[in-house]
């Protein structure tokens, strides 16, 4: 899957924003002609997901003429927008470029929502954009990062996505990138996370029983799977093996292996929350060439299953489910992408650690990031816009 930040200018100026986007021009995007070579080459590669993002991706003008061409070459295309700028005037363009899924983020009921997003009135607008896609038949999917100023509002969100006939839910945890770095004290505590997550399977299930085929995904911590197989475990004791070979069948945490992110000036990255990490320039390489090589250590590192992972990480019995989750968190915090990731809600005893096995918090790879790395050099800031 490639998510692909065609544009960095966006309506709004979101706390957690990882693209530091802002209502401003960016100098340097690749032009329509760019996007469609670079697609050309993603179909050749095998590449069977676009996620075409932003900034807000409705602001740029060549939009569905991306979204139709990225159809026609059989891609399965998807938009993730803030759902601000939905509405009449381009509902029927929307609905005819042929998205297979529209995502659109809340942050919370009402005014939660309006104050992560630093706008009076985004959530009535976003629900408005919401229920048009609805009303022409798009699949729509709700996408929530919790923090602890927004964890209250999940049960009446998961409400609101059953009321309003939206039967996807996208739960992200808060990944230290961009604004979400500066914002990380919000982050959610571990016993919050654990009550989110029981609310989560909970509702699932419930939504199963009574025969509504609605999906809950969750992001940008891959201890959820280790979480999950332990609920499965207290609740369904006789699926709990095929539960944990689905699992390590997944493989945990994809970035740099099946996930990759492209963003705005062209820049390759491992995924979406590695801006800081360039791996190359689609308009120097090819993505199929810069996908390829190995010779940067963080790629080499990221494609090794189990991950070289060092602390409570690399002593996790679960490694093959989780393959040591978020490498930015961790890099953010210790400086060392291979250090345990300081988002693991999980307890000792869950990972397998027994009060008498020590856990070694060393570096296990030379690859080490400073703490604070800086944006990558080729994409620069607006001017006025604060970081």
């Keep these: 899957m490639v998510i692909w930040n065609l544009i960095r200018r966006c309506n709004l100026t979101c706390k957690h924003c990882y693209s530091i986007s802002a209502d401003t021009d960016f100098a340097g995007e690749l032009s329509t002609a760019e996007v469609h070579t670079v697609m050309d080459d993603l179909k050749a590669f095998g590449v069977p997901v676009l996620i075409l993002s932003g900034g807000e991706p409705l602001l740029r003008p060549d939009i569905f ?27 029927g363009a ?35 954009g919401i229920r048009l896609c609805l009303a022409r038949g798009l699949k729509v999917g709700l996408r929530y990062t919790m923090t602890e100023d927004n964890a209250h509002d999940l049960p009446p969100l998961l409400r609101l996505a059953e009321d309003e006939g939206i039967s996807k839910f996208y739960f992200s945890h808060l990944n230290y990138a961009g604004r979400g770095n500066k914002h990380r004290a919000d982050d959610a505590r571990h016993q919050t996370t654990r009550r989110a997550m029981e609310l989560l399977f909970e509702t699932c299930m419930a939504r199963q029983q009574r025969g509504l085929a609605h999906e809950f995904v969750s992001g940008n911590n891959d201890a959820d799977g280790i979480y999950l197989l332990h609920w499965v475990r207290r609740h369904f004791p006789a699926h709990a093996g095929r539960v944990a070979a689905r699992l390590r069948q997944w493989g945990g945490n994809a970035s740099g292996v099946n996930v990759a992110n492209i963003d705005n000036l062209g820049v390759v990255h ?31 590192g990221l494609r090794q299953h189990p991950r070289r992972v060092g602390g409570r990480c690399g002593q996790c019995a679960h490694l093959d489910i989780c393959n040591g989750s978020s490498r930015v968190r961790a890099g953010q915090i210790t400086g060392d992408v291979w250090a345990e990731d300081p988002g693991c809600y999980l307890s000792d005893e869950e990972i397998g650690l027994t009060p008498d096995r020590a856990v070694e918090r060393v570096r296990t790879t030379p690859y080490v990031r400073r703490l604070h790395p800086a944006p990558v050099s080729n994409a620069p800031k607006a001017s006025g816009v604060k970081a």
């Design 94 to 128: 929307i609905a005819d470029a042929g998205f297979d899924y529209v995502g659109i983020s809340l942050d919370g009921i009402g005014v939660t929502h309006d104050r992560f997003r630093r706008l009076a009135g985004a959530f009535d607008a976003s629900m408005a």
């Design 65 to 91: 003429d991306i979204a139709r061409r990225a159809k026609a070459l059989g891609f399965y295309v998807g938009l993730s927008s803030n759902g601000t700028l939905i509405g009449e005037h381009n509902i």
């Design 270 to 300: 491992p995924d979406t929350m590695w801006w800081h990490e360039a791996l190359g320039n689609v308009r120097e390489r090819p993505f199929s060439a810069i996908w390829r090589d190995l010779s940067n250590p963080l790629m080499a």
